[in-house]
């Protein structure tokens, strides 16, 4: 079983490569595999800050181990000129993990590792998401998840911040958004979400595709 963290935090902005390369020393020198870290992707969107971290074991039992060593620390120190926390609750480390609150797989059959995943960003109503979650769940009922060729998504909050996970197994999403944007299953969805989610960069957004994160450093375990 594979379990999903995702952190929320503010980075300054084209600081994007220092962060890489940071994490990337961190990687490489050491093992985080031995701590249940398998994978890591990270992405941003204008100061947005976003951390996707997969585990082969529950995030309870590792990070309490993690969060002691001395190169949990030293990372926390070479990133903190560059990253900063995004609550306003912030107090300690775990105050940046966003909450998942809907996820959707075909025939609720854990996903394999995808191909693609894409993280699109945008603000959330504070208190909605239930209204969100339920959207996406009458539509995943639907044809459109496997006309998009969407084999998994996670959505996740923090504060006002709405995070939406998608994994596809044979195309980037960002072509899978392009080619079914015309849809009437993905009007409504679109509409039906208005009144709960926004933009986060409202001056830079013309469609959808907009509101997609950018990945700017991936690592996976080799064993």
């Given at each position: 079983?594979?379990?999903?963290?995702?952190?929320?935090a503010?980075?300054?902005?084209?600081?994007?490569?220092?962060?890489?390369?940071?994490?990337?020393?961190?990687?490489?020198?050491?093992?985080?595999?031995?701590?249940?870290?398998?994978?890591?992707?990270?992405?941003?969107?204008?100061?947005?800050?976003?951390?996707?971290?997969?585990?082969?074991?529950?995030?309870?039992?590792?990070?309490?181990?993690?969060?002691?060593?001395?190169?949990?620390?030293?990372?926390?120190?070479?990133?903190?000129?560059?990253?900063?926390?995004?609550?306003?609750?912030?107090?300690?480390?775990?105050?940046?993990?966003?909450?998942e609150?809907?996820?959707?797989?075909?025939?609720?059959?854990?996903?394999?590792?995808?191909?693609?995943?894409?993280?699109?960003?945008?603000?959330?109503?504070?208190?909605?998401?239930?209204?969100?979650?339920?959207?996406?769940?009458?539509?995943?009922?639907?044809p459109?998840?496997?006309?998009?060729?969407?084999?998994?998504?996670?959505?996740?909050?923090?504060?006002?911040?709405?995070?939406?996970?998608?994994?596809?197994?044979?195309?980037?999403?960002?072509?899978?958004?392009q080619?079914?944007?015309?849809?009437?299953?993905?009007?409504?969805?679109?509409?039906?979400?208005?009144?709960?989610?926004?933009?986060?960069?409202?001056?830079?957004?013309?469609?959808?595709?907009d509101?997609?994160?950018?990945?700017?450093?991936?690592?996976?375990?080799?064993?």
């Amino acid at each position: 079983m594979t379990y999903r963290s995702v952190i929320v935090a503010r980075i300054r902005p084209d600081s994007e490569e220092k962060v890489a390369d940071i994490f990337a020393r961190n990687d490489e020198t050491t093992r985080p595999q031995d701590f249940g870290v398998i994978g890591r992707t990270l992405y941003s969107l204008k100061d947005l800050y976003i951390h996707v971290i997969e585990r082969n074991v529950d995030p309870k039992v590792s990070l309490s181990k993690a969060r002691g060593l001395p190169t949990f620390q030293q990372i926390c120190e070479d990133i903190d000129p560059y990253v900063t926390p995004y609550s306003k609750n912030w107090k300690v480390p775990a105050d940046a993990v966003a909450k998942e609150f809907y996820h959707w797989t075909p025939n609720g059959n854990e996903s394999r590792p995808a191909n693609y995943q894409a993280v699109i960003a945008a603000h959330i109503k504070p208190g909605t998401e239930p209204e969100v979650a339920r959207i996406f769940a009458e539509s995943d009922a639907g044809p459109l998840p496997a006309q998009m060729g969407i084999t998994a998504r996670y959505l996740y909050s923090l504060d006002d911040v709405y995070l939406h996970i998608l994994e596809r197994a044979d195309a980037p999403i960002f072509t899978a958004m392009q080619e079914n944007h015309g849809r009437p299953a993905f009007a409504k969805i679109m509409e039906d979400l208005n009144p709960y989610i926004s933009p986060y960069d409202p001056d830079n957004w013309r469609t959808p595709a907009d509101a997609v994160a950018k990945e700017f450093y991936r690592w996976r375990a080799d064993d």
